[in-house]
Every structure is written in structure tokens, then in C-alpha cells.
């Protein structure tokens, strides 16, 4: 059991395995990001300094999930 976090950009993937899906992980590796950080609800990403952007379908996934 683990996770795999996905890293991408418009050429570039990469794959990450952890155990958990604790926050450091991420916080360590996007301390300096600059750029527009797309993501799911998961809280770890609200610290990170840089502008934020929630994805649609997690959003309307979440949303139908309330509704059912």
C-alpha cells in the first residue's frame, strides 16, 4: 500500500511513491514552486506560496458525491 503523487507540467511527468499521503512530501518539494499550482481539495497544498487553482473535477465529483 502507498501512494503515488503525479507532478506535471505541459512537457514533463513525474511519478513520486510514498508510504502515506502526509504533507511533507509535497511541501518539501514545491517550497520554491513559482508557478500556477492546480490540485485536488487535499489541505497539505493550502501552505504552499504560490496562486492556487482547485480542480474542476475533483470539484464536481465532491459536489455529486453530496448529492447522491
Not at 3 to 18: G, K, L, P, Q
Request: a negative charge.
Amino acid at each position: 500500500m502507498g501512494y503515488i503523487w503525479a507532478f506535471t507540467s505541459m512537457e514533463d511527468v513525474a511519478y513520486v511513491y510514498t508510504p502515506s499521503r502526509e504533507g511533507q512530501l509535497v511541501q518539501t518539494l514545491l517550497k520554491d514552486f513559482k508557478g500556477v499550482l492546480v490540485t485536488d481539495f487535499y489541505t497539505a497544498y493550502d501552505s504552499i506560496d504560490c496562486p492556487q487553482q482547485k480542480c474542476l473535477l475533483h470539484l464536481i465529483r465532491d459536489l455529486n458525491g453530496e448529492l447522491m
